[in-house]
């Protein structure tokens, strides 16, 4: 299986992990409505037996029903699984003490002793300095209460700050994530893909399948329902001016026996330091994404993607 690390001394991972936003959360993703906590530890068993290790939450997804439900489906015990969590910084956090508090919260809902990676999840800094945070994330790491420390939605200077604030303390800065993926490219002509790896800092793609539009199920003739409808992109012209990418990804997955959704991951997984965390709230979706794993395009084919999507750089 192809594993990746977190950071310069982080634990190796599977290349392709599961983001869990969708596990519990009842407003964006109407959680309980089509899919409810069968759904989703399927979802987890199978990911797993796939050989998916890294698994994505968040206290804030579904106020804190994510993490609950991530420590249920884990309490049994598979020491090579990886959790991540993230941490809120809103304004009512004022202290180290505060930070420290958090940490522990997720800690009794996740149902462990020592969270894998803790990543900060927006860059704001409200009434607590940066300076307080990354100091008390020092010395989380210091106790034992977490084992590597990220960021996510950080620019390029958020993130060297970040890292020079925890190097100050002996603490490598592991992950930042951001949104990545064939037609989200922002990120590179930021200069942030090339900063994180001159840092050694590996890069988590979340929302690697643009919200479906990279899986083909999406056509001028097929348009999606709910809230994606107000989205331009998902519009008939926008899907149309998808073509050039879309057609290359479904020429790679008929050439490799593959989905296009399949050939949007291996791209990112191509990519230095990058690792996907698509989704999953179906055993299917799970054991779909893992189907990233064990094969990789073409040398010919990674660069004509890259070219066909230069116009969402």
Not at 101 to 108: G, P
Not at 168 to 177: I, K
């Amino acid at each position: 299986m192809t594993t990746k690390q977190l950071g310069p001394n982080g634990p190796l991972v599977s290349a392709v992990g599961i983001g869990t936003w969708s596990w519990g959360d009842r407003i964006f993703w109407d959680y309980g409505d089509q899919y409810g906590e069968a759904e989703v530890a399927d979802a987890f068993q199978a990911a797993i037996q796939a050989g998916i290790t890294l698994f994505d939450t968040a206290e804030i997804y579904g106020w804190g029903e994510s993490e609950r439900l991530v420590g249920k489906f884990h309490r049994d015990g598979q020491p090579s699984v990886c959790l991540a969590t993230k941490y809120g910084p809103v304004p009512w956090r004022l202290s180290e003490e505060a930070v420290i508090q958090a940490i522990q919260d997720s800690l009794n809902r996740l149902q462990v002793d020592v969270i894998d990676l803790y990543q900060v999840h927006w860059p704001f800094t409200f009434l607590m300095s940066y300076e307080t945070l990354f100091r008390a994330l020092g010395k989380a790491v210091h106790k034992g209460l977490i084992k590597t420390v990220g960021v996510s939605n950080y620019s390029v200077k958020q993130m060297q700050k970040a890292h020079a604030l925890l190097a100050d303390q002996g603490v490598p800065l592991a992950v930042n994530q951001v949104r990545y993926s064939l037609i989200t490219r922002q990120v590179e002509s930021q200069g942030l893909i090339a900063e994180a790896q001159a840092l050694n800092v590996t890069i988590l793609a979340y929302s690697p399948l643009a919200q479906g539009l990279l899986t083909g199920k999406y056509t001028p003739e097929q348009l999606p329902t709910g809230a994606r409808k107000a989205d331009q992109r998902f519009k008939p012209d926008g899907l149309r001016k998808l073509a050039p990418v879309t057609n290359l990804l479904r020429q790679f997955a008929e050439v490799h026996g593959k989905t296009m959704a399949q050939v949007a991951l291996n791209w990112l997984i191509a990519q230095e330091g990058v690792i996907p965390i698509p989704g999953a709230k179906t055993a299917q979706q799970a054991t779909e994404n893992a189907g990233a794993l064990g094969w990789s395009l073409t040398p010919e084919e990674v660069t004509a993607l890259e070219e066909a999507s230069r116009p969402w750089l």
